[in-house]
């Protein structure tokens, strides 16, 4: 365990012979943020093969919000994977996925009849979502959001945002995404109000410059936007926004994927505006780590595509399901979302003081347990600083702290901490972070003095 003093020599010898093997055998192209490998994991803590331990601040980003190795999952998955672990839904159906609707039914915002189906990953209940959207409606047209991040097959990487290192010569993409601004306070150089009311007015723009109200299927929005930086859409802006959608019979279409299961502190964070989605869409936190995804919302939209034309081999595999149903147990028991704010509240707490003591810090943010800070390089032209970030993070995982980055420029690091992390382990996992803020910015110093 970390106690802020170590010097982890990574990668020990066990992870080098691994990442020898990984480098012949493996494409390039699947990245890794650290390049050591993972023995075993417990609540908030990882071990990797070497024993080195860390405090784990990515959750394997935003999955692991209940912890690792929960002993009530792991019974649950091994229960279902004696009993079977696959005869396709599509062919012979099995209670557990009924039984995951049921209860995600209950839990998703909206008074109003609900029905669900269950995918892999995030990117496959999204591209679903769209299919839904677009039978229901009759309509082609998706829109979408400056900074998003929907996913990496064809549909959601189109709907992505970020060029590289999702779509830079993956092209060419999918026809009929239209991308909208999101409110960004801090780069617009706005309040949240005014940014909020400049974006509502550029969708409505859109409409006579881009495209035709109604030839849009759905509007699909991150409530807080993940990989694009840990934007939050400001109080009333999802209202404002499920408002347009209704003028002109537009789907509002909330990704939960990275937001949703408590990590905002609600159950889902289009809770914190009041809305209740069309459809939403779920991944992640919802099965512990096993894949599974789903997409839930109104009823008759849900039920519009005709039997047969939804689906998939694996979708709702019964182990996946098992594991979601005893994570939602958990949810229920223990108040995940209350610890979310706490972490929030201390997370925000320690970072505000890093924004008062280093200048790079140019932005903390967050929405629960869903924090961030964005380094640029002067506080008055914002140039994000990647470097900086980058740095950060090699010295945080030197001292036994798994941390990933975030942001259209690389620029963000952000905290997706299991919310079962001890009070001791926060701190000191934030203990390491700033150690290696401080450090990073010392060594920023010392050059700058030099040249
Ligand atoms: C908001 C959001 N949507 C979609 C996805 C894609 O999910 P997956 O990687 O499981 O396909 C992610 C993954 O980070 C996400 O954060």
Partial sequence: MSDGTQYFDIPGPKSRELLGRRQQFV???????????????????????DGNRYIDFAGGIGVMNIGHTRPEVTQAIAEQAAKFTH???????????????????????????????????????????????????????????????????????TMTAKVKPYKYRFGPFAPEVYRAPFPYPYRMNMTAQEASEHCISELERMFSGDVAPDQVA?????????????????????????????????LFVADEIQSGFCRTGKMFAVEHD?????????????????????????????????????????????????????????????????????IGLVATERFLSLQERFPFVGDVRGLGGMVAIELVMDRTTKEPDSHAASDILA???????????????????????????????????????EEAV????????????VS
Avoid: W
Avoid at 228 to 234: K, V
Avoid at 236 to 250: P, S, W
Avoid at 405 to 433: F, H, S, W
Avoid at 438 to 449: G, I, K, L, P, Y
């Fill in 87 to 157: 005869t396709c839904f599509s062919v012979m159906m099995y209670e557990p996925y009924v039984a995951l609707a049921e209860r995600i039914v209950n839990i998703a915002p909206g008074d109003f009849p609900k029905k669900a189906l269950f995918l892999n990953s995030g990117a496959e209940a999204v591209e679903n979502a769209v299919k839904i959207a677009r039978y229901a409606t009759g309509r082609p047209a998706i829109i979408v959001f400056d900074n998003a991040f929907h996913g990496r097959t064809l549909m959601t990487m």
């Fill in 218 to 250: 759905a509007v699909v929005i991150e409530p807080v936007q993940g990989e694009g930086g840990f934007m939050i859409a400001p109080p009333g802006f999802l209202r404002a926004l499920k408002t347009v959608c209704e003028k002109y019979g537009i």
């Fill in 395 to 433: 010295a945080a995982h030197h001292r036994g702290l798994v941390l990933i980055k975030a942001g259209m420029y690389d620029n963000v690091i952000r905290v997706l901490v299991p919310l079962c992390v001890t009070d001791e382990q926060l701190k000191q996992g934030l203990d390491i972070l």
């Fill in 274 to 342: 009041g809305v209740a989605p069309d459809l939403m869409i779920i991944a992640k936190s919802m099965g512990a780590g096993m894949p599974i995804s789903g997409v839930v919302g109104r009823a008759e939209i849900m039920d519009a595509p005709p039997p047969g034309m939804l689906g998939g081999t694996y979708s709702g595999n019964p182990v996946a399901c098992a594991a979601a149903l005893a994570v939602l147990d958990l949810y229920e028991k223990e108040d995940y979302a209350a610890r979310s704010r706490e």
């Fill in 438 to 449: 401080t450090t990073v910015a010392q060594a920023a110093t010392a050059t700058s003095s």
């Fill in 27 to 49: 494409a390039r192209g699947v990245g890794s943020t650290m390049n050591v490998f993972a023995a075993k994991a417990d609540g908030a803590i990882i071990e990797d093969v």
